[in-house]
């Protein structure tokens, strides 16, 4: 079966695995999931976006404010050497902008409850081994292939065909915030509830408003304003959100949500929330499960859209060439993005 006509009615593709899995369809061994569907097609498309030569950072600071008192923040000490400096950082991956990888979160309670399976059937005692790089986040950056040729001095026998490249493509930018302005109706919205989470209709209305259209291998960036409200609240207001179970805008869960990615053959999703997905989750399988254990489907998180919200609307397009440098860690469970939109 061809993976870009794949529909979403032949899921799941695995009999064994769960529902609504892609195992296999790539390849037995495959690590890339739905960036797969990233071609040099594609890239070209990302490519011919670049019209004003504005490029914008989409990474918040590493020191950013805390979202969970669960996760280490980060950590900077600078080093006198005498004749210089040099520098020592510790951070949990996820303590700022982020990609979920396919090691972080798998598919919940199967093959049974209190089991769990990550991308292509990987257990959770495999994912915690070190010595195990299957499914790492080395599996989607180019830098991969130079760490090979390094180890073994010639072509390596690993796995290059998929880690030839970044995460590279054509990306749309699906602003929430400024839709609703512009259509209130739609609202209200508060980026730091789960509440109302974003419906597959809305998405389309808003795409449909920005005249976005997907193609497989697209990357689909979700701006719900979380960036702004959070940083806005007041010491009072901060602390008051961490006693709580964590809560924020989100796109809906559900089949419907899940068939609208799938058919807009989207390689990867990012947003400005903690989990792109609302929170809490509403129903299960959550879109964790199903992008990153089902699908093998990249997450961002925390991305920070402002600036790039902002000089969308002022040329009114949303369309741009996305590129994301994860970090080279063998075995890594998720990555700063290090990830820019040129326009």
């Not at 040099?86 to 409850?113: E, L």
């Not at 699908?295 to 600036?307: A, H, T």
């Amino acid at each position: 079966m061809d993976p870009k006509t794949c529909s979403f009615s032949a899921l799941p593709y695995d009999s064994e695995g769960p529902p609504y899995n892609a195992w296999g369809l790539y390849g037995p061994d495959d690590e890339l999931g739905r960036l797969n569907l990233i071609t040099p097609q594609a890239i070209r498309r990302g490519r011919d976006e670049i019209k004003e030569g504005i490029a914008i950072s989409l990474n918040m600071p590493m020191g950013m404010r805390a979202w969970t008192k669960h996760r280490d923040t980060f950590e900077h000490e600078i080093i006198y050497r005498g004749h210089g400096n040099d520098d020592h950082v510790a951070f949990n991956t996820q303590c700022s902008s982020q990609w979920d990888g396919f090691r972080h979160w798998p598919f919940q309670n199967f093959p049974r409850q209190g089991e769990h399976r990550f991308y292509g059937g990987m257990t959770m005692d495999d994912a915690r081994d070190k010595s195990c790089v299957r499914n790492g986040t080395q599996s989607t950056p180019a830098v991969q292939q130079v760490s090979c040729l390094i180890r073994y001095r010639a072509e390596p026998p690993c796995r290059v065909d998929y880690v030839k490249r970044p995460i590279t493509s054509r990306a749309h930018l699906l602003d929430i915030p400024l839709f609703i302005s512009r259509n209130p109706s739609y609202g209200p919205f508060n980026p730091l509830r789960g509440e109302n989470p974003i419906s597959t209709t809305l998405l389309d209305l808003c795409a449909e408003a920005e005249r976005v259209v997907f193609e497989p291998g697209d990357i689909c960036i979700v701006r719900t304003g979380l960036t702004e409200a959070f940083l806005a609240l007041s010491e009072e207001e901060y602390a008051e959100m961490l006693s709580k179970p964590r809560e924020s805008a989100g796109v809906q869960q559900g089949e419907d949500m899940y068939r609208w990615h799938w058919e807009k053959g989207i390689a990867a999703v990012a947003s400005d929330t903690i989990g792109y997905e609302s929170l809490p989750h509403q129903t299960e399988p959550s879109c964790h499960d199903v992008f990153l254990g089902a699908w093998g489907m990249p997450i961002g998180e925390l991305f920070d859209l402002r600036e790039l919200s902002r000089q969308c609307e002022k040329i009114g397009r949303w369309s741009f060439f996305f590129t994301s440098m994860p970090l080279l860690v063998e075995g890594g469970i998720a990555s700063p993005p290090n990830a820019q939109a040129i326009l």
